[in-house]
């Protein structure tokens, strides 16, 4: 009896054993992830699915997938992560963190990751312009994923009770006014438009500045052009859409509530990323269309939305199994796949060849719109000390809009400023 006891016990132990080996074998390398949501809605559970899904065929890569909030969210706990003994191996961060996490000397460039041909192919397959914000020095550091232009929502419905055509959504800044007194409502029930001016009100500036002939920064990231007249001229023309053509409410409006404001029909138009476009889509009880934003000089729009980034704190394994996953969800058709769950763009050509999104921009034409005005896009603000720049000029925004300062005046101070910050890179 005790050696068969003794022989069951050897035989268990056997078999445990052969079990932690197999688990040990199939999980090899361990991955923690960080990642952010800046528009609300259900996008943790589409991006754990994919980590998920990942994980299902690479039975020897863990992914701990740690949804951190918003994008300032999720860089500071990125960052700290990389501090602490317990550093993330990769994160998407905002596109625009790239000189910042380049200083810290916290990344490592995809080029010295990436070994094939075919990963070589990979790498240079994104489109352009959401490559200006994650290339530098001649190198990729950031490869786009959640990525987005600012779209110009509006309600068909409030356009036909306004006497508008639906299908001729506001095409110039004079269209917008002249469009914008019409829907607004003498008992201030419906506002004609809305602009969001916390959250990110530099990145809505930076429409505003390229359709007046501008641009915020050059492409170094070390000069910045806030007092040229052409950029005060266009902070003026935001300040009169509230306060002398009255199509806006003057002083701020809010980001996180705007999306909700529309969909209530407290403003018939709203600029906003087209990372929202599923959200409205899934709960508008009235048509509403897409448009791009209308033109002053020229149309124009920065991108945004985030970029994968692969810490330098991360050995080679870990680097090749971030990379594989990076490549396994900005794959076309799962890309496709989160454009049509989210409304980001799909980040490649490639993603709308994908019968996926041909199919779905057919049916739903506002999904093509953010892609199409690419044609007109240009990199969002990014430039080292990029943290204390952008708050400078978000500062200086919300103070012209709310009245206490002139446009001249907040913008020459944003700019000495970012001078001040930026003469040891030059």
Same mark, same amino acid.
């Given at each position: 009896?005790?050696?068969?006891?003794?022989?069951?016990?050897?035989?268990?132990?056997?078999?445990?054993?052969?079990?932690?080996?197999?688990?040990?074998?199939?999980?090899?390398?361990?991955?923690?992830?960080?990642?952010?949501?800046a528009v609300g809605g259900p996008?943790?559970?589409?991006?754990?699915?994919?980590?998920?899904?990942?994980?299902?065929?690479?039975?020897?890569?863990?992914?701990?997938?740690?949804?951190?909030?918003?994008?300032?969210?999720?860089?500071?706990?990125?960052?700290?992560?990389?501090?602490?003994?317990?550093?993330?191996?990769?994160?998407?961060?905002?596109?625009?963190?790239?000189?910042?996490?380049?200083?810290?000397?916290?990344?490592?460039?995809?080029?010295?990751?990436?070994?094939?041909?075919?990963?070589?192919?990979?790498?240079?397959?994104?489109?352009?312009?959401?490559?200006?914000?994650?290339?530098?020095?001649?190198?990729?550091?950031?490869?786009?994923?959640?990525?987005s232009t600012i779209v110009m929502?509006?309600?068909?419905?409030?356009?036909?009770?306004?006497?508008?055509?639906?299908?001729?959504?506001?095409?110039?800044?004079?269209?917008?006014?002249?469009?914008?007194?019409?829907?607004?409502?003498?008992?201030?029930?419906?506002?004609?438009?809305?602009?969001?001016?916390?959250?990110?009100?530099?990145?809505?500036?930076?429409?505003?500045?390229? #359709?007046? *002939?501008?641009?915020?920064?050059?492409?170094?990231?070390?000069? =910045?052009?806030?007092? %040229?007249?052409? &950029?005060? /001229?266009?902070?003026?023309f935001w300040k009169d859409l509230?306060?002398?053509?009255?199509?806006?409410?003057?002083?701020?409006?809010?980001?996180?509530?705007?999306?909700?404001?529309?969909?209530?029909?407290?403003?018939?138009?709203?600029?906003?990323?087209?990372?929202?476009?599923?959200?409205?889509?899934?709960?508008?009880?009235?048509?509403?269309?897409?448009?791009?934003?209308?033109?002053?000089?020229?149309?124009?729009?920065?991108?945004?939305?985030?970029?994968?980034?692969?810490?330098?704190?991360?050995?080679?394994?870990?680097?090749?199994?971030?990379?594989?996953?990076?490549?396994?969800?900005?794959?076309?058709?799962?890309?496709?796949?989160?454009?049509? #769950?989210? *409304?980001?763009?799909?980040?490649?050509?490639?993603?709308?060849? =994908?019968?996926?999104? %041909?199919?779905? &921009?057919? /049916?739903?034409?506002?999904?093509?719109?953010?892609?199409?005005?690419?044609?007109?896009?240009?990199?969002?603000?990014?430039?080292?000390?990029?943290?204390?720049?952008?708050?400078?000029?978000?500062?200086?925004?919300?103070?012209?809009?709310?009245?206490?300062?002139?446009?001249?005046?907040?913008?020459?101070?944003?700019?000495?400023?970012?001078?001040?910050?930026?003469?040891?890179?030059?």
């Amino acid at each position: 009896m005790q050696k068969t006891l003794r022989k069951m016990s050897l035989g268990i132990a056997a078999s445990v054993g052969m079990a932690l080996s197999s688990a040990v074998a199939w999980a090899e390398t361990e991955l923690t992830m960080y990642y952010p949501v800046a528009v609300g809605g259900p996008l943790t559970k589409v991006v754990d699915g994919m980590v998920s899904d990942f994980m299902a065929e690479n039975p020897d890569i863990k992914v701990n997938a740690i949804y951190a909030g918003n994008y300032n969210d999720a860089r500071i706990k990125a960052l700290a992560a990389l501090e602490s003994g317990e550093p993330a191996q990769l994160s998407v961060m905002f596109s625009i963190d790239l000189n910042e996490l380049r200083e810290l000397d916290a990344i490592v460039p995809f080029d010295e990751v990436v070994k094939t041909d075919e990963e070589k192919a990979w790498l240079n397959s994104f489109y352009p312009s959401l490559m200006e914000n994650g290339t530098s020095v001649g190198k990729t550091w950031g490869i786009p994923f959640q990525r987005s232009t600012i779209v110009m929502y509006y309600n068909k419905d409030a356009f036909k009770a306004a006497g508008l055509d639906p299908d001729s959504p506001p095409a110039t800044w004079d269209e917008l006014v002249d469009a914008g007194k019409k829907l607004t409502t003498d008992d201030g029930s419906q506002w004609g438009m809305m602009i969001p001016s916390t959250g990110y009100p530099y990145w809505m500036f930076g429409a505003l500045a390229m #359709q007046n *002939g501008e641009v915020l920064m050059n492409g170094s990231g070390d000069t =910045t052009y806030f007092d %040229k007249p052409g &950029v005060v /001229e266009a902070l003026n023309f935001w300040k009169d859409l509230g306060s002398k053509h009255k199509v806006m409410p003057e002083g701020t409006i809010e980001w996180g509530t705007l999306r909700q404001n529309f969909l209530e029909g407290k403003t018939a138009i709203m600029w906003h990323s087209t990372g929202n476009l599923t959200a409205v889509k899934n709960a508008a009880k009235f048509d509403f269309g897409v448009a791009m934003l209308p033109a002053g000089k020229r149309r124009g729009t920065p991108t945004g939305g985030g970029n994968f980034y692969i810490f330098k704190k991360s050995s080679e394994e870990e680097r090749a199994a971030s990379l594989k996953l990076i490549r396994f969800m900005t794959d076309p058709e799962r890309s496709a796949n989160w454009s049509v #769950q989210t *409304g980001y763009m799909g980040i490649s050509p490639a993603s709308y060849e =994908t019968e996926t999104l %041909k199919n779905y &921009v057919k /049916e739903f034409p506002p999904a093509a719109v953010a892609r199409d005005q690419l044609e007109f896009a240009t990199a969002e603000l990014a430039t080292f000390q990029a943290g204390r720049i952008r708050k400078s000029l978000d500062d200086a925004i919300q103070a012209v809009l709310v009245g206490s300062k002139s446009s001249e005046e907040a913008l020459e101070e944003a700019q000495a400023l970012a001078d001040r910050i930026l003469k040891d890179y030059r």
